[in-house]
């Protein structure tokens, strides 16, 4: 399972860092799902190996542009590369119209279907590998962390089962272990029922913009991956008197460190830190800021930059995308 950034910047984007847009990977590979698409989301996937073919599915946080001013191009631009498979768009209410209209407008014909569907009444979503919830955070607007759990990762045949129901080894097991419907001694015996995962599951958050980290307290027990903002530094917070519903550096290390999160992942940097050290503010203040209130595995998101979960849990980054 890996994460592979598209855009990390908040806001505006800057010369190094689009906005926000995050792509979640299957384990497999051949399949993505894309939370948030900023504007120009479409021109960072063209320097990456992902295909709006194999997306599954995208995400939208909250109803700001910088989080969904890209949806209309991504969109035309998936109609004209041949997708025929429906695509699912879970995203606020507020923003069906706008999505129909900007596609019509546009004279944008789309060869799929196009599945809206409100965020605010989401429950669960599900693929075959994926299970997709909600947390509800605190921003300006209604915005919201999606919560990415792994269904029976690399499922293996339940033996004792097979066994204490009297099912032959041979061919139906190799039926039922492709996750196929067979019959035998006149029962239906369905893959779905005999297949057992090999290794717990992991568990991703990516969070909209947010001002109170403790929102995330139920969901990030036992997650092995908590990506969340952090907009500004408690300094600029301090000096400006106002965060805009944002987070701090150090806000989000907290929270992580007293939930025992294992890997942190900081992304959505307010446009004035720059890349030089010389400059200030400056994108390693960021860093810093967390590292003094957060002992475990660090990151700061870099645009089209992949990180992979490997099966222990741990973040690590990909030599290559």
Not at 23 to 48: F, K, N, P, R
Not at 70 to 96: I, W, Y
Not at 139 to 164: G, K
Request: proline fraction near 5%; include cysteine; charge should be negative.
């Amino acid at each position: 399972m890996d994460l592979l950034f598209l855009g990390t910047s908040a806001g505006v984007p800057t010369k190094a860092r689009n906005v926000s847009a995050t792509a979640v990977i299957e384990a497999s590979g051949s399949h993505w799902y894309l939370v948030d698409c900023g504007e120009g989301t479409q021109h960072q996937l063209l320097h990456t190996p992902l295909s709006v073919r194999d997306l599954r599915a995208i995400f939208i946080t909250h109803v700001h542009g910088d989080h969904c001013f890209g949806l209309p191009g991504l969109l035309a631009s998936a109609g004209m590369s041949g997708r025929t498979a429906p695509l699912d768009l879970v995203l606020p209410a507020a923003l069906h119209d706008w999505v129909r209209l900007s596609l019509a407008a546009s004279d944008s014909f789309l060869p799929f279907e196009l599945r809206l569907l409100a965020v605010e009444q989401l429950g669960e979503w599900r693929s075959d590998t994926l299970a997709v919830s909600t947390v509800q955070l605190s921003h300006r607007v209604p915005s919201v962390a999606f919560v990415f759990t792994e269904l029976n990762p690399e499922p293996r045949l339940d033996v004792q089962r097979l066994d204490a129901e009297g099912i032959p080894r041979g061919p139906l097991w190799g039926d039922l272990a492709k996750g196929l419907t067979v019959e035998h001694a006149g029962r239906m015996l369905h893959g779905r029922d005999y297949l057992r995962a090999s290794r717990p599951a992991r568990r991703v958050i990516v969070c909209g913009d947010n001002d109170n980290p403790d929102l995330l307290a139920e969901a990030a027990k036992d997650v092995d991956v908590l990506v969340h903002e952090a907009t500004f530094t408690q300094p600029i917070i301090a000096r400006t008197g106002v965060s805009f519903g944002h987070s701090s550096a150090q806000a989000v290390a907290r929270f992580a460190e007293t939930a025992g999160v294992r890997n942190l992942v900081l992304t959505h940097f307010s446009a004035r830190y720059q890349p030089d050290p010389r400059r200030s503010p400056c994108i390693d203040e960021v860093r810093e800021e967390a590292q003094v209130h957060y002992s475990g595995n660090l990151t700061l998101a870099q645009d089209l930059q992949r990180y992979h979960i490997g099966r222990d849990g741990c973040l690590g980054r990909v030599t290559g995308i």
